[in-house]
């Protein structure tokens, strides 16, 4: 099976295609830039891997180089600025796609933008298969569940609250430009990391989708501070991919998603300057040793409360973990054709279960 990896010339490319070969599959790299996707391969232990060349403005180029492949994951951002051509190429390869964007506002704009056009052309379109959209999407979806006052398939609460609770960490330069596409989006349109969903339908979907009240404001109400098994621990109002995931399959009146505040400070202080000193390449062992944390916590029409979390070590190579498992997902198992968030592409207690195996721990708790 031949997976597409495009933005393969990059760091989180690089580890997408090593681990597109681990798991016994044939990796295609495709980018603008030939020696670079060559330096990769190789890097990537993979010399003799297959290179397409193809820039975001050869839309014909580019769908042809996906044409022949199961799925494409889109490793290249900031995804806002670079994203939606690749997004384009794979519908018209009929190709089904994922990426690895953390972006709110492009994810937004893939769910409710591109959802006809995937229908027409057969395939599923999954953004934010990265290591906090997924693990956040998918167990949101399981704490929601756990209150939920209604009987059928869809979860209905009063609120959802998602938070990415890893230190400062160690970042690639690719996830500092990323950080400053987000900032500047949230700056120039007021992007809310609060919704106030209301009873509007999403396209193909009987879930209610979000309503942002007047565009709302970064950092709306609520408590800044998240309790852990660690103590407490003081957040900032952040927009993550959950923000507009969740209420694809939830029915939920308001979704907040916060960071750990002192990341919100470092992301805060992230300028074109600052990106360029930011190696494109993390020390590895401090990848290694290194945590993420995914906490979600639901609250249910009539009160009741559940909590869960999803943790792992290395954030980047998690990351391709999970594009590569839901490529095969799709390819092999299907999905509906569409827009879909994680949790609406992949069964959320199966897919955290395959993450187990690579040393990742996720529990659901009553709160």
């Known amino acids: 099976m031949r997976i597409a990896v495009h933005g393969a010339g990059g760091f989180t490319g690089r580890l997408t295609v090593a681990e597109v070969r681990r798991r016994g599959f044939t990796p295609v790299l495709v980018g603008r830039n030939e020696e670079r996707l060559r330096r990769s391969a190789a890097a990537a232990g993979v010399r003799e891997a297959e290179v397409r060349v193809a820039g975001l403005a050869e839309g014909e180029a580019l769908a042809a180089a996906f044409a022949d492949c199961a799925a494409v994951i889109n490793c290249a951002g900031p995804f806002t600025v670079l994203g939606e051509p690749v997004v384009r190429a794979a519908l018209a390869a009929r190709t089904h796609y994922l990426d690895t964007a953390g972006e709110e506002g492009f994810i937004r704009e893939v769910l409710d933008g591109f959802h006809e056009e995937a229908v027409r052309a057969g395939v599923a379109v999954v953004p934010a298969m990265t290591d906090d959209g997924a693990p956040g ?66 396209p193909g979907n009987d879930v209610p989708g979000p309503e942002m009240s007047g565009r709302g404001v970064v950092g709306g109400g609520g408590p800044s501070v998240v309790d852990t098994e660690e103590g407490p621990v003081d957040v900032e ?66 009160g009741g409360r559940a909590r869960g979390w999803v943790t792992g070590s290395d954030a980047y190579g998690m990351t391709a973990v999970i594009a590569v498992e839901g490529a095969r997902r799709l390819a092999e198992d299907g999905a509906p054709a569409g827009t879909l968030a994680p949790a609406q592409a992949f069964d959320p207690a199966g897919f955290l279960d395959h993450l187990t195996t690579h040393g990742v721990t996720w529990q659901v708790t009553p709160a």
């Open 137 to 202: 999407d998918l167990i949101a979806r399981l704490v929601a569940e756990r209150v939920s006052a209604a009987a059928g398939p869809v979860p209905e609460v009063d609120e959802v609250l998602v938070a990415d609770l890893r230190g400062r960490g160690v970042a690639s330069r690719g996830t500092a430009r990323s950080m400053v596409a987000v900032s500047e989006r949230v700056a120039s349109e007021r992007v809310a990391s609060e919704r106030v969903v209301s009873e509007r339908e999403v």
């Open 237 to 302: 109002a952040f927009a993550l991919p959950g923000a507009v995931t969740v209420p694809r399959h939830v029915r939920v009146r308001r979704v907040r998603t916060v960071i750990r505040a002192e990341v919100a400070a470092l992301f805060a202080a992230l300028t074109p300057d600052v990106v360029d000193s930011v190696p494109e390449i993390p020390d590895e062992a401090a990848r290694a040793a290194s945590r993420w944390l995914m906490l979600a916590e639901a609250t249910g029409t009539g």
